[in-house]
């Protein structure tokens, strides 16, 4: 009899060391959750720190509702089952559904328009047709509020199901599952950086609905007699697991094709890396020998080959032609290498790349293992001129802010940088405009150099591009100035030049021996001039604007403000 009562509680706490990792295990499967929808929703949408807190908080709140509404499950072995099919189920689905409501309602104006041969200011954006694309936009957070919702149940059902295997209340029920919560969900985190960033985001959510329909089944295999109706919950499974495989074969083609209508051009290439999202368009125009190729990163253009040479001269001859020398250049972003290709145009001995993401640089580098399939090879590395292949080049990946460091304790000096970041859209990307890593940049540049940086919009971001100049001038350079043109991919857009010694560009022009006019296909002296002047009134309220200080992401907050609404792949679809 002892016999038997010692091997009955050896199996029943067997069963209960299952739950306890199968609750660990579903922990890191919500997060995961959590991370792919406020992953594509800020691609999709194009503000990727709103999406994330944004989906965050709505899937803690929901699952805190969830949690509350567990108490109404009668009998917890069946709901905990049809609970995991029924998140297995959402959470498999939700890409492909958000991708095909965002892009339909995206290109519907344009399809009743071509229906009814409205002319283009006609084109129907207004009433039912507003609200469904706004409704469109919020679905990732519906979804998200529905599986926080389900995901929110597992915990009180997982302890009332303890608490019957055992027949007694259990004084550390709770506990015991919380730390299991929280240690799975941390080793879901490092699963998602680890494994599953680079990866294609549909097969991620069918990854993890897989381990949801197994935790399923395999509580379904362990306490099978205590079911109402076993067979009924096993045919369910087994419904979903071959859904899950139609997804898989579909789903990826499909999703690809969603995301293609949101892009007014031709998708002829895009992956995901670690970091972004990369896509190139491709667009035929009349009188053009060549088609015109986009590139967007997270739904944000990055470039057209039809004006980024106006970008890029802007960018790079101002600063080369500024600087006593040109020997050593340090270019800060820049991964597709057509600052890069400017500034070899220079002579340059010997030039610096700082970049983060490595596959951004082998996509546009001749011979790269990703491109050696790629048809798209030729047309990227035919723009920067095979940049990355010239032997005076040196490659760091990394982040930038390490890096900079690291090359001012190495005693590093260069005579031209250029800092080509994307917009600060991110507060990773706040840091790299702030006081201090301007000054790190400084302490890197030589007496009689000259920095040059991106600084974003001064018509659709004043405060950004205004603050940009101003934190520079908190960072110790004598002389700033910053000027503009219109790109006319952009709009009107603005850089900042910032110099040790006090000397105005005008004087540095009259003052250098580069025959600088020649090495460029859209610049010129008297354009280069004027894009210094600005209205009468632009500078007016500079006094109220702040610098960026490390770490007060006063820039990115400037940016969001201003930039919110414009920017993401819709906005590319509706101009």
């Known amino acids: 009899m002892e016999l038997s009562l010692s091997t009955e509680t050896r199996w029943i706490k067997a069963k209960d060391f299952l739950l306890i990792v199968i609750m660990g295990v579903l922990a890191g499967c919500g997060l995961i959750y959590q991370y792919i929808l406020a992953h594509y929703a800020g691609r999709v949408l194009g503000s990727l720190e709103t999406a994330i807190y944004t989906m965050i908080g709505l899937m803690i709140v929901s699952m805190g509702v969830g949690a509350f509404f567990a108490r109404y499950v009668k009998h917890p072995f069946n709901g905990f089952v049809w609970l995991e099919i029924a998140i297995a189920a959402v959470g498999a689905s939700a890409i492909l559904l958000i991708s095909t409501a965002i892009a339909i309602t995206s290109v519907f104006p344009q399809w009743l328009a071509i ?77 998602w950086v680890v494994v599953m960033l680079p990866l294609n985001i549909g097969d991620v959510a069918l990854i993890t609905a897989g381990v949801n329909v197994f935790a399923g089944a395999l509580f379904l295999g362990t306490f099978w007699r205590e079911f109402t109706r076993p067979v009924l919950l096993l045919f369910a499974h087994a419904v979903v697991v071959m859904l899950l495989l139609l997804m898989f074969l579909l789903g990826a083609p499909w999703i690809e094709k969603m995301g293609q209508l949101l892009y007014q051009d031709q998708v002829v290439y895009t992956q995901s890396t670690r970091y972004q999202q990369l896509t190139v368009t491709e667009r035929q125009l009349k009188g053009l020998s060549r088609p015109v190729y986009n590139f967007y990163i997270n739904g944000r253009l990055q470039f057209s080959s039809n004006d980024e040479v106006i970008y890029h001269e802007m960018l790079v001859v101002p600063a080369l032609v500024g600087s006593a020398r040109t020997d050593d250049i340090l270019i800060i972003g820049g991964g597709d290498g057509l600052a890069l290709r ?36 030729d047309v990227l590395t035919g723009l920067n001129h095979d940049a990355f292949s010239d032997e005076r080049v040196r490659v760091v990946i990394g982040d930038a802010f390490i890096e900079v460091e690291s090359l001012v304790a190495r005693g590093h000096h260069f005579d031209t940088i250029i800092v080509d970041l994307p917009d600060p859209s991110h507060p990773d990307l706040n840091k790299l405009y702030s006081t201090y890593f301007y000054s790190q940049l400084s302490q890197l540049l030589s007496a009689d150099g000259v920095l040059v940086s991106q600084s974003t919009s001064p018509y659709h971001s004043k405060e950004t591009f205004v603050s940009i100049g101003k934190t520079l001038r908190a960072a110790g350079f004598a002389r700033v100035e910053q000027y503009h043109t219109n790109v006319p991919s952009f709009g009107e857009w603005g850089w900042s030049l910032a110099m040790k010694i006090d000397i105005p560009m005008s004087v540095r022009l009259d003052r250098t021996t580069h025959k600088w006019e020649t090495y460029v296909q859209w610049l010129n002296r008297g354009v280069l001039l004027s894009s210094f002047q600005f209205s009468k009134n632009f500078f007016d309220e500079e006094k109220t604007i702040n610098i960026n200080e490390l770490g007060s992401h006063q820039i990115y907050q400037y940016h969001q403000a201003s930039w919110v609404g414009r920017e993401g792949l819709l906005k590319q679809a509706n101009n």
């Open 342 to 377: 400017k500034v070899l145009e220079f002579s340059p001995k010997n030039v610096t790349l700082i970049d983060l993401d490595g596959e951004l640089i082998e996509l546009f580098t001749r011979g790269s293992p990703q491109n050696k399939a790629s048809h798209i090879s």
């Open 115 to 191: 229906t009814f041969s409205l002319p283009a200011d006609l084109l129907p954006n207004g009433g039912v047709i507003e609200r469904l694309h706004n409704l469109s936009r919020n679905l990732p957070f519906v979804i998200g509020c529905i599986l926080g919702f389900l995901i929110g149940m597992e915990i009180p059902l997982i302890a009332n199901v303890r608490q019957q295997i055992y027949k007694k209340n259990l004084e550390n029920n709770v506990g015991t599952l919380y730390g299991a919560d929280y240690v799975g969900a941390g080793v879901g985190a490092a699963i």
